[in-house]
């Protein structure tokens, strides 16, 4: 992985980058599964792993972008968070980088209601939603467990620079996979800026602190177990 920069302005390119990024999701959702869409899919699987494809498609791009190189292409609160955890980001700029996410997700899906009209609001401005048959925290888990995974993710490849031409590829791949196995059972957001815009804009605020606590905490308890392995590695040296 790039290392992070600090430049003055990143948190403007983070707002830019999270707005195209909920605006290309809120579309897709809008057109495949809106019932009244002539390009619907009547199989909500099917149409949740063609929003995961096209969602890690967008990730790598924005992440490989001129913009995603200055900022890091975060897009996710709970990356950012998970980031400096992982003595990869500067604290300092933590809250400035989060606010900036939030304010985009809640610009990209403005963008999409001004573009697409009523439609959006018939798929709830795409807001994930949990399965009738999940209950909170059976949420809480999902989502809070998938930050577990990518934040492990993220650490094997700041360990392992020499492999971080494959972080883009590896993370493109694991948003595809969580969109698509969990979109119809959690909602598979995985990221509070994915979900703020969409419930504040739709009014489906009762559960949005799940996709806001969840991954946060998801990502401080990766960033812990990193810790743990990398001292339990360094103690398997001393001891050799």
């Known amino acids: 992985m790039q290392s992070e920069p600090e430049r003055r302005g990143h948190p403007l390119y983070e707002f830019a980058l999270t707005a195209m990024l909920m605006f290309a999701v809120v579309t897709v959702i809008r057109w495949v599964l809106d019932p009244a869409s002539p390009l619907a899919l009547a199989n909500v699987h099917l149409a949740l792993l063609l929003v995961g494809a096209l969602a890690g498609a967008l990730v790598f791009g924005l992440f490989r972008s001129p913009w995603g190189r200055r900022s890091g292409a975060h897009m996710n609160p709970a990356i950012t968070l998970a980031l400096w955890l992982l003595r990869a980001f500067p604290g300092r700029g933590v809250a400035a980088y989060v606010v900036a996410q939030l304010c ?33 925290w059976a949420v809480f888990a999902a989502e809070g467990g998938c930050l577990v995974v990518v934040t492990l993710m993220i650490g094997f490849f700041l360990v392992h620079p020499a492999h971080a031409r494959w ?13 698509a196995v969990l979109g119809p059972l959690s909602g598979g957001a995985a990221n509070p800026a994915r979900q703020f815009g969409p419930a504040l804009m739709s009014g489906t ?31 398997h040296r001393a001891e050799a």
């Open 104 to 136: 985009g997700s809640v610009a990209g899906t403005a963008l999409a209601r001004l573009a697409w009209g009523p439609a959006v609001g018939r798929v709830g401005y795409g807001a994930a939603a949990a399965a009738p048959s999940w209950n909170g």
């Open 167 to 179: 972080f883009p590829w590896a993370l493109a791949v694991l948003i595809c996979a969580i969109i």
């Open 205 to 235: 605020t009762a559960g949005l602190w799940i996709y806001v606590v969840a991954p946060a905490l998801g990502a401080a308890l990766g960033a812990a177990a990193h810790h743990l392995i990398l001292r339990g590695g360094a103690r």
